[in-house]
């Protein structure tokens, strides 16, 4: 079965960065699109960027550009999401989630990353 | 960007009643690539419908999608108990991918 396992809960100064992974397994990796969604207390979800895992494009919201990089590694079945100069506004939990099958919507998420931003 | 605003807010029901929710698009859908999750409180969002009308895999035939254009609609024909819970509509057409605010759908 498909999954995506992310990495466990931040604790970040601001200013600082962070780097969530996202581990899939069940499915061929290289076939699939994977986005990076964020949710903040209270704040609908919000995506921020994906990576096609293949040739490893990469797509961004123009309200994160500059400040997040997606990248794979496709050896190790894997994506990630780097965010930079952290503020408190950053504090969310952050899922990864898989593409479905031609147009199918998002149906595999991961269980969600906390990273929480403090001084 | 493509604008998605949920109604109502918060909608509060009965077990065995049917629920209507509303998802209003900015702009047009014209690749009717809608979709409705489903979220419980710690637990991450489950997709329930695709393509604006298509069931995901495992999801009950009670809940159904519709619409075209701007305007879309989930409904659930009864409520069973365990479907109380927040549901979000996203359009996954057009970068930047947006989802809507949110309904609660509460018990009554």
């Known amino acids: 079965q498909v999954q995506l396992v992310q990495s466990g809960a931040e604790v970040n100064k601001p200013g600082a960065s962070v780097k969530v992974s996202c581990k899939a397994s069940g499915y061929t990796f290289t076939r699939y699109v994977i986005h990076w969604v964020r949710q903040a207390p209270g704040q609908r979800l919000e995506w921020m960027g994906s990576i096609n895992a293949d040739n490893g494009n990469t797509r961004y919201s123009q309200k994160f550009q500059g400040r997040v990089t997606i990248t794979r590694d496709t050896s190790a079945s894997a994506a990630y999401m780097e965010l930079s100069s952290l503020r408190s506004e950053d504090t969310a939990v952050y899922y990864c989630?898989?593409?479905?099958?031609?147009?199918?919507?998002?149906?595999?998420w991961g269980q969600g990353t906390l990273v929480t931003v403090s001084s | 960007e493509i604008v998605l605003t949920q109604s109502p807010g918060t909608l509060s029901l009965s077990p065995g009643e049917r629920a209507a929710l509303s998802c209003r698009a900015s702009q047009s859908l014209s690749s009717s690539y809608l979709a409705w999750y489903q979220q419980k409180p710690g637990q991450t969002p489950r997709i329930l419908i695709y393509g604006v009308s298509n069931r995901a895999t495992g999801i009950p035939d009670r809940f159904s999608g519709s619409g075209s254009g701007t305007n879309f609609t989930l409904t659930i024909s009864r409520l069973e108990p365990e479907d109380f819970a927040v549901y979000f509509c996203?359009?996954?057409?057009?970068?930047?991918?947006?989802f809507g605010q949110g309904t609660k759908l509460e018990i009554k």
């Open positions: 989630a898989r593409d479905g099958f031609r147009g199918s919507g998002w149906p595999y």
């Open positions: 996203q359009q996954y057409g057009n970068s930047p991918y947006t």
